[in-house]
């Protein structure tokens, strides 16, 4: 086995790839406004829903943090759909730096489309910094006010700031992380705070952000305190999970597919540059209830013929999916109805190499003397804390790594 110790970085979040969608408002220099990342906006059920930001700083120090991002994101995602019932995620990013820098903040907005937001991550590097306090104030203020918070008083809402340096309090323009995280507990947002490294100002600061928020702190070491491995089962599970991606026909106005053509586009992005233990960790939880979001979205031929929301026969010719357009309509219709048997076949076999995938690790963590004080199980027990005052129950057995 490999098993090395990452930091969990915890964002969630959620936006589409850089390169896809537009940014606007970018800033550098000694402007503190930020530049905002668009998200698609799916439709949701009635699943009980959990929103979550994660606050992160993107100096120089911070780089081994957001290498283990790009490989975690996936079982921090898998843990918080292990709750029952089955929630809806939505995660949401605020990067920031300080005045001076490239950027002094990068708002990603919530949404559940984790590939897109996947995809934007693999396009962080750490940078700048390196002079003490940072822009804090700002990220946090954004994390409030510049996402797109649901009013629904039922969803557990969090953010979760995490970096290794104080707040600027000197600056004379900044709206102080007090008032920001008085105004995120009166919208019902819980705010935690995680310090890397040992800094002691950033302890002090931290300590006041989690007793105002309502939250809790923790402390991970500079390099990470998360643990990740590879296990036998990654290959198998990473290469059905793209099997599970070409069951996908999107369908729609030109509009419309131009949207889902970016959804791909950011899929394909991270099964070429992505690690195949990150590739199993997205199979396992695309497999999931809550998954369905991130894999299927809206516009989906497949899923919305087979469940009876759509009558094939009612969808313009000129908005079917391409593959399918020049089909007669019984042609087209046995290719849906093959890609729902492939894709329950698939669903239901992931899931079982998921299971194994998770028995194998918990052995071995078990044999490595258990990982009681990692970031993973501090973070599970938190959320497993906190989201249960809005009726979700998790179970202490179902951590995974």
Known sequence: MKSKLLILALFAATAVAVGFYPMVNNTNSNQSSNTVVQPENLLSDQKP?????FVLDTTGSMGGLIDAAKEKIWSIASNMASAQPAPEIKMGLVAYRDRGD??????????NDLDSMYATLMDFQAGGGGDGPESVNQAVYDAVHKVSWSQNKDSYKVIF???????????????????SVAAAKQKGIVVNAIRCGGDSDTQREWL???????????????????VAMTTPYDEKIAKLSEELDDTRLFYGTKK?????????AATDKLTAGASMESRARRGVFNASKSGAANLIGDKELVDEISSGRVDLNDIAEEE?????????PAERLKVVKEKSVKRDQLMKEIA??????QEYM????KEAGGAKDSLDVQLYEAIKEQAAEKGLVYSDEAIAY
Do not use: C
């Open 256 to 264: 419309e597919l131009a949207r889902k053509a970016a959804k791909v």
């Open 161 to 179: 700031l995490v970096g290794d340096a104080p707040p600027h309090m000197d600056y004379q323009d900044d709206v102080k992380y007090p008032v």
């Open 208 to 226: 006041r952000v989690a007793q105002l928020g309502n939250g809790q702190f923790f402390n991970v070491e500079q390099t990470g305190s998360a």
């Open 320 to 328: 079917l999916p391409a593959p399918i357009q020049a089909m007669a």
């Open 49 to 53: 829903k959990i929103e979550v930001v």
């Open 352 to 357: 079982t190499l998921g299971q194994q995938r």
């Open 102 to 111: 490239d950027y002094v903040t990068r708002v990603v907005d919530l949404s």
């Open 362 to 365: 918990k052995e071995k963590v």
